[in-house]
């Protein structure tokens, strides 16, 4: 009796924080790389690590394992959903916090196994699926049967955010890796996606169905690039741009494919390419002034490493667009966030944005 009570308790409160509170979804999932990592990587023996000043300078509790001044996109996202709380981190979310969602992010993960490895630790897509599924165990302990669990999680928000290390710190690096000589860039699409179908339909098969796909930005534009490959310091790497723009015109049409295939999920793309894209093209827009150039970090654009611990970063962090040589200041997260939550434009989101996507 005692546990019965129990389990009646967890769903009054989850009914009550459903339907008084704002979050318009009970609960809401990330998996992705560091663009979204929250602190998965602050225990694992990484170059990947962000838990040192001066990243979190801006961020209320200062560094957190986030790779940026202050909030990530999904941050953002989780606001605009209605959360007033973060969604934490895999590594340190407790039973009661995992109902409202749960960060599996992990820097320099990605859809390939083997990607991100002369970084050292990193959580693998499939492994933060992994990480999800013994999730799902808890889901079912908290609220007393597995039919119970499925509906909760059939009404949550799945985003994911994977495929810029497959290419930064995997394709695009001879050094370490030969898939650039394996596949041309339309094979390489191809191996990608097929490994992120199977992870999506792993998600299925544990009660995802509402899912957010953010495409890659536009890598070639970043300060590592630009340092590595710009004539001028300012024009960006065709190359891996197209590559990019190959994997996300895929990534699109799974979303398709997979709306048609699975009739009770919905499936969304988020063109995060193009929001990049206007943001470089037209920043005065937004109040950013520096495109090119990370907020601190070293070398030229600042773009050579991530920011060196006890680095003091540019003040005026709020006019950048990049914050290190690969990840966008708080002020570029909140900026796409808020388009991908609400398209600002058709060919922000595909089908419909993530703000429609709570609502079905």
């Known amino acids: 009796m005692m546990w019965r009570a129990q389990v009646c308790l967890v769903l009054m409160v989850v009914g009550m924080q459903y339907v008084e509170g704002a979050p318009q979804v009970p609960c809401y999932f990330v998996f992705g790389d560091s663009l979204v990592d929250n602190g998965n990587n602050n225990q694992l023996s990484s170059l ?10 801006d961020y209320p509790d200062g560094p957190s394992g986030r790779f940026s001044n202050g909030k990530t996109t999904v941050d953002f996202v989780a ?10 981190p895999y590594a340190s979310v407790n039973d009661d916090e995992i109902l409202q969602g749960v960060n599996y992010a992990s820097a320099a993960a990605g859809i390939r196994e083997e990607t991100g490895r ?13 990480n999800y599924q013994n999730t799902v165990s808890q889901v079912v302990n908290l609220l007393g049967d597995d039919v119970s669990a499925a509906q909760y999680l059939s009404k949550c928000i799945y985003s994911i955010g994977m495929g810029s290390n497959d290419y930064l710190n995997n394709y695009f690096m001879p050094l370490y890796y030969n ?17 992120y179908a199977t992870q999506l339909r792993s998600l299925y098969d544990y009660g995802a169905r509402k899912f ?36 996300n ?18 499936f969304i793309f988020i063109n995060s390419f193009g929001i990049n894209q ?5 920043p005065g827009a937004y109040g950013l002034r520096v495109t ?24 005026n962090r709020n006019e950048y667009l990049f914050w290190d040589a690969f990840h966008p200041t708080e002020a570029a997260n909140g900026i796409i966030a808020r388009r991908a939550y609400a398209a600002q434009s058709a060919s922000d989101a595909f089908p419909f944005d993530i703000r429609r996507l709570a609502q079905l």
Not at 182 to 193: G, N, V
Request: charged share 15%.
């Open 48 to 57: 990947a690590r962000a838990d040192y000043l001066p990243y979190g300078i």
């Open 79 to 88: 606001e605009l959903l209605g959360f007033d709380s973060i969604i934490g």
């Open 118 to 130: 002369q970084l050292g630790g990193r959580i693998t897509f499939s492994g933060q699926v992994r």
């Open 179 to 195: 898939t650039g000589d394996q596949y041309t860039p339309d094979q390489y699409a191809d191996d990608l996606i097929n490994r």
């Open 212 to 247: 957010v796909l953010f495409g890659i930005g536009q890598i070639g534009c970043s300060p590592n690039q630009l340092a590595q490959n710009s004539p001028d310091g300012r024009t960006c790497d065709k190359r891996v741009n197209d590559a990019n723009q190959i994997f």
């Open 249 to 266: 015109n895929k990534l699109r049409s799974l979303v398709g494919q997979f709306n048609n295939q699975f009739t009770d999920a919905k």
């Open 278 to 282: 206007d943001l470089l093209s037209n």
């Open 292 to 315: 090119n150039v990370g907020c601190c970090g070293v070398g030229r654009n600042n773009g050579q490493i991530t920011c060196l611990p006890g680095q003091s970063p540019c003040p």
